[in-house]
């Protein structure tokens, strides 16, 4: 299984970033997906989750109306849109799965909001 997170970088508050993680070695489409964040000093926490059709999605309260996630099933592919960034969104994020009750993460992607 591996995870390739990309897409991150320096973004002034207001702006917005795509990240994109690619997976293999599992079925991508049997299976949800998670992105998370860990900010300096604090622990990782949820983001978004996505089932494996896509048709469900859920939040933290903290990015609700701001990020969304998707996923492409023919590209092996989930996503995290995040528009209206914030100071308070800078963090490494990660893209997780959840297989046979063990999780497999990727590597991060440093998102920093700043002006």
């Known amino acids: 299984v591996q995870l390739v997170e990309s897409g991150g970088g320096l973004v002034q508050p207001g702006g917005s970033l795509r990240l994109s993680c690619a997976c293999s070695g599992f079925t991508f489409s049997y299976y949800g997906m998670s992105w998370h964040r860990q900010a300096p000093g604090k622990e990782r926490e949820l983001v978004a989750l996505?089932?494996?059709?896509?048709?469900?999605?859920n939040y933290t309260d903290s990015v609700k109306g701001r990020f969304t996630i998707s996923r492409d099933n023919a590209k092996n592919t989930v996503y995290l849109q995040m528009n209206s960034l914030k100071p308070e969104d800078t963090a490494v994020y990660y893209c997780?799965?959840?297989?046979?009750?063990?999780?497999?993460w990727g590597q991060g992607t440093q998102v920093t909001v700043s002006s």
């Open positions: 997780k799965v959840r297989r046979q009750n063990y999780d497999y």
């Open positions: 996505i089932n494996y059709s896509g048709g469900i999605r």
